[in-house]
């Protein structure tokens, strides 16, 4: 399609201000990270690391993100093993309501939060409380792999409707049992799509908080909670841009070696 030169400029302009409403907020809190100044000052007079040995400093925040990386470790593995099997089961066999078993996986990434929050709550507190399971980081885990077992279907789903049957198909016929097909051809075609899922699905937990909102028991704090519950205090917003500034590295970092590693070919390198 042939545009013009202005339509052309008209697109880039549009373009940069997208990308500048995204990102220049972002940019902003790790700028304000480095201000000397406990009070938001801009732009800063003096800038300074003060406000990160602070943040590493207190013991709050080291055990929030501890917690987040536990629920992240947890959600993920879950969804991994509940993702994988059912994008084999749907993309690989035909049964009746298949399509809306399908449905039903991805639902959870377009519900509201705060929808699935309450649900996921009236549930635990009706099943797992008689049980003795109170609401802590199990009951966080739960409720974060409800929506990331969603990446994980969707990334491994995608990939085995590009595997072409025809190489596990000649193994078969070469001898191989079902458990060394899977393990040399069908494993290494869906492998690069299983770590994006998995690292889609841990960069959606480590930054959620309205689920875990309903779902976390008294002293279960995850970093996003502990940013909500700190944003409002005295002295605290330098500190809380600290943490906000590790939060989106360590949300950018997966999000983009996922994005790297959907981009590869069928069976593409790690």
Same mark, same amino acid.
Do not use: K
């Given at each position: 399609?042939?545009?013009?030169?202005?339509?052309?400029?008209?697109?880039?302009?549009?373009?940069?201000?997208?990308?500048?409403?995204?990102?220049?907020?972002?940019?902003?809190?790790?700028?304000?990270?480095?201000?000397?100044?406990?009070?938001?000052?801009?732009?800063?007079?003096?800038?300074?690391?003060?406000?990160?040995?602070?943040?590493?400093?207190?013991?709050?925040?080291?055990?929030?993100?501890?917690?987040?990386?536990?629920?992240?470790?947890?959600?993920?593995?879950?969804?991994?093993?509940?993702?994988?099997?059912?994008?084999?089961?749907?993309?690989?066999?035909?049964?009746?309501?298949?399509?809306?078993?399908?449905?039903?996986?991805? &639902? /959870?990434?377009?519900?509201?939060?705060? $929808?699935? %929050?309450?649900? @996921?709550?009236? =549930?635990? #507190?009706?099943?797992?409380?008689?049980?003795?399971?109170?609401?802590?980081?199990?009951?966080?885990?739960?409720?974060?792999?409800?929506?990331?077992?969603?990446?994980?279907?969707?990334?491994?789903?995608?990939?085995?409707?590009?595997?072409?049957?025809?190489?596990?198909?000649?193994?078969?016929?070469?001898?191989?049992?079902?458990?060394?097909?899977?393990?040399?051809?069908? &494993? /290494?075609?869906?492998?690069?799509?299983? $770590?994006? %899922?998995?690292? @889609?699905?841990? =960069?959606? #937990?480590?930054?959620?908080?309205?689920?875990?909102?309903?779902?976390?028991?008294?002293?279960?704090?995850?970093?996003?909670?502990?940013?909500?519950?700190?944003?409002?205090?005295?002295?605290?917003?330098?500190?809380?841009?600290?943490?906000?500034?590790?939060?989106?590295?360590?949300?950018?970092?997966?999000?983009?070696?996922?994005?790297?590693?959907?981009?590869?070919?069928?069976?593409?390198?790690?």
């Amino acid at each position: 399609m042939h545009l013009s030169r202005s339509a052309r400029a008209g697109l880039r302009t549009a373009m940069i201000f997208g990308l500048a409403f995204i990102y220049v907020p972002l940019a902003l809190v790790i700028v304000n990270s480095f201000n000397a100044s406990a009070s938001f000052q801009w732009p800063p007079r003096r800038f300074s690391t003060v406000w990160w040995s602070t943040a590493f400093g207190e013991s709050g925040i080291r055990e929030a993100l501890l917690t987040s990386v536990r629920a992240g470790l947890g959600a993920t593995a879950l969804a991994l093993v509940l993702g994988t099997l059912a994008a084999f089961a749907v993309v690989r066999y035909r049964f009746f309501g298949r399509q809306t078993i399908s449905l039903l996986l991805i &639902l /959870p990434i377009a519900l509201p939060g705060i $929808v699935t %929050g309450i649900a @996921l709550n009236a =549930a635990f #507190s009706t099943v797992l409380t008689p049980l003795g399971i109170g609401f802590g980081l199990f009951t966080v885990i739960l409720g974060h792999t409800t929506f990331c077992i969603v990446v994980v279907f969707n990334n491994v789903a995608a990939r085995l409707r590009r595997l072409a049957p025809s190489a596990e198909q000649a193994s078969a016929d070469l001898g191989a049992h079902t458990f060394q097909t899977f393990w040399h051809i069908t &494993l /290494p075609a869906v492998r690069s799509a299983l $770590v994006a %899922g998995g690292l @889609l699905a841990f =960069a959606l #937990s480590f930054d959620e908080i309205v689920v875990t909102t309903f779902t976390a028991g008294p002293g279960t704090t995850t970093l996003p909670i502990w940013i909500f519950e700190n944003l409002a205090r005295p002295h605290q917003a330098p500190v809380v841009d600290v943490v906000a500034a590790v939060l989106i590295l360590a949300s950018v970092i997966p999000v983009y070696l996922a994005q790297r590693l959907s981009g590869d070919s069928v069976g593409g390198r790690l």
